[in-house]
C-alpha cells in the first residue's frame, strides 16, 4: 500500500484520460465539478462536459438523450442527490429502457464529514442495486477506481460507481473483473467481506485480530451487484464465522446482499457491521467512523465479541 488518494480523485483523472482514448465518453456534472473532479475532464473536453447546474433530474434525464445519440454519459454529483434527489429518473428513465448511462457518484459514506446527515448517504448501495439491469461497483483505492471506470464504460447499459470524498490508501495493483470478488488475505477462522473505504479497515482489524491468534480472510467484494456468488459460498464454508463491512447502512447493502447469497445454504454466523439504521451527522471523517463503530479498533472489537 502506498500513498493517500481519495476514489473521487481517482476517478477525475481516469474519466480524463478515458476521454483521450473514447470520443463518446461525455460527462455531465450538477454545478460540483471541483469535488466530484469532473473538473479534469472539463478542462481537456470542455465540448464533451456539461454543467447542468444545481438540477440532478434534469441532468439524468439529459444523460439518456446523449445515451439514445450513441454517446457514453459518466453523470455525477454527490451520491445522496444522484441516487436520492434523481431516483425516479434514474429508475424510469435510464433503468427501465436499460440505457447506457454510467453514474459515477461522490462523497458518498458518512466520511463525507462536515457537510452532515443530510448530505451523508447510506442507502445508496440498496436504491441502485434493487434496479433491474443495474451494476453496482464500490472500487476499494485509486489503482480500482481506475479499473472500474474503464470496465464501466464497456458495459452495455446502466452502472453505479460508489466512490468516497475521503482519501485511503492504494494497494498494490490487483485484478478487476466485474461480477468477481478479489481474496486479499487467506484466513480460516472468519472471513470479513468489505467493500469500498471498509477494506483498509478490514486490513488493520485483520492485524489486530492476529495478535489474539485469530486467522481472518479478506475479500474485497467490489462489485455488489452482480455479486460473486461463488466466492462468497466458498469462504463462508471454508470460515464459518462471516462478517461483512461497509461504510452504508446494514440495511440493503453488501451485509444483505451477502446474506441473500447465504440464505438457503444455512449454517452460517453472520455479522453485519456498517451503519445501524442511523442517519449521520457532522465532524471530521475520523470522529464520524469512530462513533459509528467503523473505525480499525471497533471493528476488531466487534469482531472480537462476535467470535466468542
Known amino acids: 500500500m502506498a500513498d493517500l488518494i481519495a476514489t473521487r480523485e481517482a476517478y477525475g483523472q481516469a474519466i480524463a484520460k478515458l476521454g483521450e ?22 478542462d481537456k473536453f470542455p465540448d464533451r462536459f456539461f454543467n447542468a447546474g444545481i438540477a440532478e433530474a434534469n441532468m439524468t434525464c439529459m444523460s439518456v438523450g446523449f445515451a439514445d445519440a450513441g454517446f457514453i454519459p459518466f ?3 454527490f451520491a445522496i442527490f444522484g441516487t436520492g434527489r434523481a ?10 429502457p436499460h440505457m447506457n448511462v454510467k453514474l459515477a457518484m461522490t462523497h458518498a459514506g458518512i466520511s463525507l464529514g462536515g457537510d452532515g446527515g443530510s448530505h451523508e448517504t447510506i442507502e445508496d448501495i440498496a436504491l441502485m442495486r434493487v434496479l433491474p439491469g443495474m451494476t453496482v461497483l464500490v472500487p476499494c483505492d485509486a489503482n480500482e477506481t481506475y479499473k472500474a471506470v474503464e470496465a464501466a ?18 494497494f498494490d495493483d ?9 481474496v486479499l488475505k487467506d484466513g480460516k477462522d472468519a472471513v470479513i467481506f468489505a467493500c469500498g473505504t471498509m477494506v483498509e479497515c478490514a486490513f488493520e482489524a485483520a492485524k489486530k485480530l492476529a ?3 485469530l486467522d481472518v480472510a479478506i475479500v474485497n467484494i467490489h462489485t455488489i451487484k452482480p455479486i460473486d456468488k461463488d466466492t462468497i459460498k466458498t469462504y463462508a464454508a471454508k470460515c464459518k464465522n462471516v462478517i461483512t463491512l461497509e461504510e452504508h447502512s446494514v440495511i440493503g447493502g453488501l451485509g444483505d446482499a451477502v446474506a441473500e447469497v447465504l440464505l438457503e445454504e444455512g449454517g452460517y454466523r ?9 442517519f449521520g451527522q457532522s465532524g471530521t471523517p475520523e470522529e464520524l467512523l469512530k462513533e459509528y463503530r467503523l473505525d480499525p479498533e471497533s471493528v476488531y472489537q466487534d469482531i472480537i465479541k462476535f467470535l466468542k
Open 21 to 42: 482514448v473514447n470520443e463518446k465518453i461525455v460527462v455531465m456534472d450538477a454545478d460540483l465539478s471541483h469535488a466530484t473532479m469532473t473538473c479534469y475532464f472539463a
Open 75 to 77: 453523470v455525477s454529483t
Open 87 to 96: 431516483y425516479e429518473m434514474v429508475r424510469n428513465s435510464i433503468c427501465y
Open 153 to 170: 464504460a464497456k458495459i452495455d447499459g446502466p452502472v453505479y460507481i460508489r466512490l468516497a470524498r475521503m482519501a485511503t490508501k492504494v
Open 174 to 182: 490487483m485484478p478487476f473483473e466485474v461480477g468477481k470478488a478479489n
Open 211 to 213: 495478535e489474539d491468534g
Open 270 to 278: 453472520i455479522k453485519k457491521l456498517g451503519v445501524q439504521d442511523e
